[in-house]
């Protein structure tokens, strides 16, 4: 796992001191501090001029690996941050056909492929990646990413010059560029929690989606998706028994390919089917016992250590496992913008940080249970989804008599409330099924994210364009299952620019590499075009996964109702950080800063200070956006 950092340029003027250059590279030291390297092409009249930066967390071939990398006559160069699990299997074919290799590392297998293969090198590759490679022959420029997104990659295109980097904060260490305010994002942010892609926090900085592949050459990009998770593009006509046993073959076999490694390896065990099955899979590939970790809280509704305790010793693995106290938690609050370089307002990065630093002090790789919701139906949400329809056909005239009783609920603190659950579930009705699933998850609605804007900011406002990322990704989808298709908008918009975001932040902040066994493509393929009735069945989630793992796990893991990783911000808003969010959502600092509407934020604190109602969603999603202005914002 790695930091890579790029820079292009025809025109001298714009060349940096190398001094920013590396600067802007080691800005990523926290993404590999093992090793560093660097490749310059000078400009000249045959071509621009060129730095790629590399920062290594060393994990396959310690020894010979260090990039940049070239081929042996140095017309091809690489960047890369990630890992190729099928490198070995390419490497040999790669050697059939003719090539020469001079290390033992993954990165050298992508040199080869791009050599053989072209822009269609990356069909070839089975892992997380975000790379850059130079063509000299071509001066050209091709960045890619995953098919699934696990490794970021952002670009900043400014006039002459081509930016690319892991993180934003190399791209903004770049003195000609500017970090202004893109109020779109910033309406996108408050309505998802997050900033789809392409989109970034800054006009001048994108983000490469997931399966895309950009193309820079003489000044100008294109961008081509190389993926899609339907291979066939319809449902697959098969019993469930012939799913079950293929779907366990493919997640066996993706664990095993998530077990190379040459240092120390082990699990993110909280107890869920999900990390619970990667654990089952990982036990059973693995030489010796694995080790798993976990952390626990003192909140009961919190807390679900025990029954990562009960799945480690059903599986006889060498557990660790930590306490975190509240203070714990609270003492990385003000890292969140550093840690995650634009605003994203999932509250769960706060253990995920805790338990990757835990993690990293035993091995430098982590297998987690990520996209198990996404491909299994795995989330409240879907359950929510059956009950909308028959509820807005025949009591939908009883809707806004429903929305005035739910509101009279008593406000609870606890995790996943029921007040809370009532309320979430009476905000979408009325709306579509995507935009309803996101109205679930996010924070801000349409008429909620007018009030809270400033007037500067929100006129125009356009709800079209709010929701433009999740309207491209339904037309975009082939299948004839609602459900499935909730699926793919998880899987697009809130896996890919939330949970995983979350993850990479988390952990490479300190130097964990994770990763995630369910995301193997040829399994996401196979789950994707699986009749949604295998994965949701009448009212039970994860039907074919559970049924499956019956005969791996004790049924206390396989039936246990699904917890999260949740985060007490409604408690601490009345407690601990009670002074902090009356700070960074005070009047005057929101006057002065111009982004939001002061006297509706003044409303929303006060409310949930008074108990009148439970606004720990916005209110975070404010404190979140608050901290990142506080510290990345020019005026500050």
């Given at each position: 796992m790695c930091g890579i950092v790029g820079f292009l340029t025809s025109n001298p003027s714009d060349i940096p001191d190398h001094q920013i250059l590396q600067r802007m590279r080691d800005l990523l030291t926290h993404r590999g501090p093992d090793d560093q390297g660097e490749y310059i092409r000078s400009l000249n009249e045959k071509g621009p001029f060129l730095f790629l930066g590399h920062r290594r967390l060393s994990i396959i071939d310690l020894v010979s690996g260090q990039q940049p990398l070239s081929n042996e006559d140095g017309t091809v160069w690489v960047i890369f941050n990630g890992e190729i699990y099928n490198f070995k299997e390419l490497r040999e074919k790669l050697r059939t056909l003719g090539h020469r290799f001079a290390?033992?590392?993954?990165?050298?297998?992508?040199?080869?492929?791009?050599?053989?293969?072209?822009?269609?090198?990356?069909?070839?590759?089975?892992?997380?990646?975000?790379?850059?490679?130079?063509?000299?022959?071509?001066?050209?420029?091709?960045?890619?990413?995953?098919?699934?997104?696990?490794?970021?990659?952002?670009?900043?295109?400014?006039?002459?010059?081509?930016?690319?980097?892991?993180?934003?904060?190399?791209?903004?260490?770049?003195?000609?560029?500017?970090?202004?305010?893109?109020?779109?994002?910033?309406?996108?942010?408050?309505f998802y929690e997050f900033i789809p892609s392409p989109h970034t926090i800054f006009e001048d900085a994108m983000k490469l989606p997931a399966a895309s592949c950009l193309i820079w050459k003489d000044g100008k990009r294109e961008i081509k998706e190389y993926w899609t998770p339907f291979d066939t593009g319809e449902v697959k006509d098969i019993s469930g028994e012939e799913a079950e046993l293929r779907m366990i073959d493919l997640l066996r076999t993706s664990v095993k390919r998530r077990l190379i490694s040459d240092v120390p390896l082990g699990i993110f065990l909280s107890g869920g089917i999900d990390s619970s099955a990667v654990a089952a899979f990982a036990q059973r590939e693995a030489p010796g016992k694995v080790k798993t970790f976990s952390i626990g809280f003192e909140d009961p509704s919190f807390d679900e250590s025990g029954y990562a305790s009960l799945a480690s010793a059903f599986l006889e693995t060498e557990h660790y496992e930590q306490r975190m106290t509240p203070e714990d938690l609270l003492a990385v609050v003000p890292q969140l913008p550093d840690i995650l370089d634009e605003p994203m307002a999932d509250a769960s990065i706060l253990p995920t940080f805790l338990l990757s630093k835990f993690t990293r002090k035993h091995v430098t790789v982590a297998l987690g249970g990520d996209g198990g919701d996404e491909l299994f139906a795995g989330y409240p949400t879907y359950?929510?989804?059956?009950?909308?329809?028959?509820?807005?056909?025949?009591?939908?005239?009883?809707?806004?008599?429903?929305?005035?009783?739910?509101?009279?609920?008593?406000?609870?603190?606890?995790?996943?409330?029921?007040?809370?659950?009532?309320?979430?579930?009476?905000?979408?009705?009325?709306?579509?099924?995507?935009?309803?699933?996101?109205?679930?998850?996010?924070s801000f609605p349409f008429i909620e994210n007018e009030k809270v804007l400033s007037d500067e900011i929100r006129n125009p406002f356009n709800r079209d364009r709010l929701v433009e990322d999740l309207v491209r990704y339904e037309k975009g989808y082939p299948l004839n299952d609602r459900m499935t298709?909730?699926?793919?908008?998880?899987?697009?918009?809130?896996?890919?620019?939330?949970?995983?975001?979350?993850?990479?932040?988390?952990?490479?902040?300190?130097?964990?590499?994770?990763?995630?066994?369910?995301?193997?493509?040829?399994?996401?393929?196979?789950?994707?075009?699986?009749?949604?009735?295998?994965?949701?069945?009448?009212?039970?989630?994860?039907?074919?996964?559970?049924?499956?793992?019956?005969?791996?796990?004790?049924?206390?893991?396989?039936?246990?109702?699904?917890?999260?990783?949740?985060?007490?911000?409604?408690?601490?808003?009345?407690?601990?950080?009670?002074?902090?969010?009356r700070d960074m959502l005070s009047l005057e600092r929101i006057e002065r800063e111009g982004f939001l509407n002061p006297e509706y934020v003044a409303d929303l604190l006060e409310d949930h200070v008074k108990n009148k109602k439970d606004n720990r969603k916005p209110l975070w999603t404010l404190l979140i956006w608050q901290l990142w202005v506080d510290r990345y914002h020019p005026s500050h």
């Open positions: 290390t033992k590392s993954d990165t050298e297998v992508i040199v080869h492929s791009y050599e053989e293969y072209g822009e269609g090198c990356f069909k070839h590759l089975n892992g997380m990646f975000a790379l850059g490679i130079w063509d000299e022959r071509k001066k050209q420029l091709l960045l890619a990413r995953d098919r699934l997104g696990k490794k970021p990659l952002y670009y900043s295109a400014l006039p002459g010059t081509f930016l690319f980097s892991s993180e934003l904060k190399a791209i903004m260490a770049y003195p000609k560029f500017k970090r202004k305010i893109s109020s779109l994002s910033l309406m996108k942010y408050l359950l929510a989804h059956k009950l909308a329809k028959p509820y807005e056909n025949y009591l939908g005239w009883l809707h806004p008599l429903a929305t005035y009783l739910g509101n009279l609920l008593p406000v609870s603190d606890n995790n996943i409330s029921f007040d809370f659950k009532v309320k979430k579930f009476l905000s979408g009705i009325g709306y579509p099924d995507g935009i309803r699933n996101s109205i679930w998850l996010g298709l909730l699926q793919y908008l998880d899987l697009k918009l809130y896996l890919q620019e939330a949970i995983l975001v979350k993850v990479d932040r988390a952990s490479m902040a300190c130097s964990l590499e994770v990763r995630a066994p369910f995301l193997d493509y040829e399994l996401v393929e196979f789950v994707m075009g699986l009749p949604s009735k295998l994965k949701l069945k009448g009212f039970t989630s994860k039907y074919i996964l559970k049924k499956a793992m019956e005969k791996f796990l004790p049924p206390r893991v396989v039936h246990r109702p699904k917890k999260g990783f949740g985060v007490p911000i409604a408690k601490w808003v009345k407690g601990p950080l009670k002074e902090l969010f």
